[in-house]
């Protein structure tokens, strides 16, 4: 899964700071200074997490919160506060709020619950329409310990991907009567930052396919049959 975090509070020192240790842990801060900007920012593909304070000038964290969740239900928030608002608090809890974190926030406990939501989310979406085969190479991924989903075609994988944010796109490229290419650039543009590893039966399919792809688009390419650690390998 994407490291990318977005940073929302009115403090402007606070949310450099707050970018700055992210960073430094490996993740990947956007900056925002208002629950608009946020709600703004948040509908973007390619986002791990929201970390948000409550009191803001404008639209406050809790309905920011709300308006990310209707657009995007899969984003994961955490929201900051200094005050003890419970009614607030109680409202953010109900409408979905990963964690509320009293400020100053703990920054070994930011950085853990951040780790432990972003393993949670680390899952792998599978695209086929040969229903077999899609349910064999879930239930052989789930076997080893990674999260596995499925569409059955483009349409259900991209629907996926705008409510979700899945680490890993596993794609035949023989879909209904759609290109390779058009697949690929079409789960492309829904998420940006997804690795995507290509399969097909077809050797030639495959080769003119990676061939002519943009560069950096594709993370990997097997074709069938393929050992099924050669897939676990490239997903780790």
Known sequence: MTRRIL????????VKT?????????WEPVAAHSG???VSLAAQPGLAIVLMDVRMPGLNGVDALRAIKANRPGTRVVLMTAYAARDLLAEAERDGALRIMPKPVALPELL????EARRQEETVLVVDDDPDFLHSLTDLLRARGIAAAE??????ALHRLERQAPSAVVLD?????????????AIKRVSPAVLLILYSGNRDT????????PPGLVHGALLKP?????????LR
């Not at 569409?151 to 259900?156: F, G, H, R, S, Y």
């Open 112 to 115: 853990a619950l951040l780790d």
């Open 36 to 38: 608009e900007e946020a």
């Open 18 to 26: 707050l970018c700055d240790v992210l960073e430094l842990h490996g």
């Open 7 to 14: 940073v929302v509070d009115d403090d402007h020192e606070m």
């Open 226 to 234: 393929f050992p099924i650690e050669r897939l676990v390998e490239l």
């Open 206 to 213: 495959l080769d003119e396919t990676v061939a002519t792809v």
């Open 151 to 156: 569409a059955k075609n483009l349409d259900e």
């Open 173 to 185: 490229l023989r879909l209904d009567q759609l290109s390779p290419m058009d697949a690929v650039l």
